[in-house]
């Protein structure tokens, strides 16, 4: 494991709800201050830098729970998820300046147009995902000018301020790292301009090192060829041993599909998702069946949309899986893993070691 760089690590908190076997209600752990606080306290010992807060309409409001994580952690960080069209930007602006200042620096912002057609226009935003990721450049752009002018002038195609009053001053500067994940043209171009750190779903360590290449690329148009970062948006599934992480992987996924929450979030999802990113995670397990390779699994995605290829193994074959990822290019992994609290522990004592030494 030499060479490796100073890796950022992020941890996922379940606002949407905990399980260790989708197909078992019994096991299902709901969303809860206390749960909230037990993902992210296990997450921030076992040593991650910050957590995925996301955004679906099966989540619980991602700047309330995030809020309240902030201030039951001492240090870990809050990547929260921003949607275009769900918030005013003046309002966006306000709202992370103030939780900067009150958290001490803590947030980190996650750029998504969202999955789902459906539910954009179930909660008010545009149908297609051109005009939604053409919103959400808008919005990153102005918010940008909120956070590091006086008095901002703006006329654009969605939105017009004129000279809005931002209290309090952003601590971060010039202004929090923006992440993004999304599979799209567009999700690149806007990446490539204006997120810190890129995010990748599961695929090939292959096809990642091609990926990066072409965003590094798209980047230099903007001289930020040097600047972006990239990390790996994964599941992970790891016991002391091979064996046991494989059981814990088949329990996850049995008879999942069964269940009434699995079928309403399929039925909810399936007729308009129209994400380049989620067709891929399909395209695998579709056309490689569960494993990718001896430690890649995508039986994940056939119970939930989006990232759904999952390490799985042993802690030195999770820690050489990650390894293989690193030395295409990345420099950060985005984790989660089932129960959040528990698979965090676990990762904490048991890989973090490896990947870090
Ligand atoms: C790491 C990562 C996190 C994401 N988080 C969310 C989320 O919280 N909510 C959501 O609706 N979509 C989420 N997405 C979906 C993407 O933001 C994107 O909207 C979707 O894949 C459609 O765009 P595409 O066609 O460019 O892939 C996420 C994607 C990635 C890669």
């Known amino acids: 494991m030499a060479n490796t760089p100073k890796l950022s690590m992020g941890w996922f908190l379940p606002t949407l709800g905990d399980t260790s076997a989708f197909g078992d209600p019994s096991q299902s752990i709901p969303q809860s201050l206390e749960h909230f ?63 900067d200042r009150l958290s001490n620096g803590r947030v980190y912002l996650n750029l998504i147009a969202g999955l789902s057609e459906k539910d954009a226009l179930a909660e008010g935003q545009f149908g297609s995902k051109e ?17 590091t002018e006086e008095g901002v002038q703006f006329k654009g195609d969605y939105y017009q301020v004129d000279g809005p009053k931002i209290v309090p001053k952003i601590l971060q500067q010039p202004h929090p790292p923006f992440f993004l994940g999304g599979g799209s043209e567009q999700a690149a171009e806007i990446s490539a301009q204006h997120s810190a750190v890129h995010l990748f779903w599961g695929d090939y360590p292959e096809k990642i090192r091609e990926e990066i290449k072409l965003m590094r690329q798209r980047a230099a148009k903007y001289g930020r060829e040097n600047e972006i970062r990239f990390a790996m948006r994964l599941q992970v599934i790891c016991r002391e041993t091979e064996a046991e992480a494989w059981e814990a992987a088949d329990r996850l996924i049995e008879g999942a599909n069964e269940t009434a929450s699995a079928k ?36 994940i995605t056939e119970v939930r949309p989006g990232a759904g290829v999952a390490v799985v ?18 420099s950060g992994f985005c984790l989660s893993g089932y129960p959040h609290h528990e698979e965090a522990e676990r990762f904490g004592r048991l890989v973090m070691p490896l990947l870090m030494k």
């Open 131 to 147: 005009q939604r990721y053409a919103q959400l450049e808008e919005e990153v752009r102005l918010m940008k000018r909120l956070w």
């Open 313 to 330: 193994g042993n802690p030195q074959q999770v820690a050489a899986q990650l390894q293989e990822f690193i030395d295409v290019g990345c």
């Open 264 to 299: 309403a979030m399929v039925a909810s999802l399936a007729s308009s998702i129209s994400s380049v990113a989620n067709a891929r995670q399909k395209e695998l397990s579709n056309t490689v069946g569960r494993k990718m390779t001896p430690h890649l699994w995508t039986g």
């Open 37 to 99: 606080e037990r993902v992210s306290q296990a997450a921030e010992t076992a040593g991650f830098d910050y957590m995925l807060v996301p955004v679906t309409p099966f989540c619980w409001d991602a700047w309330i729970t995030a809020t309240y994580m902030l201030a039951r952690t001492k240090k870990i960080k809050a990547l929260v998820a921003i949607k275009p069209g769900y918030f005013h930007p003046v309002a966006h602006a306000k709202m992370v300046s103030a939780m």
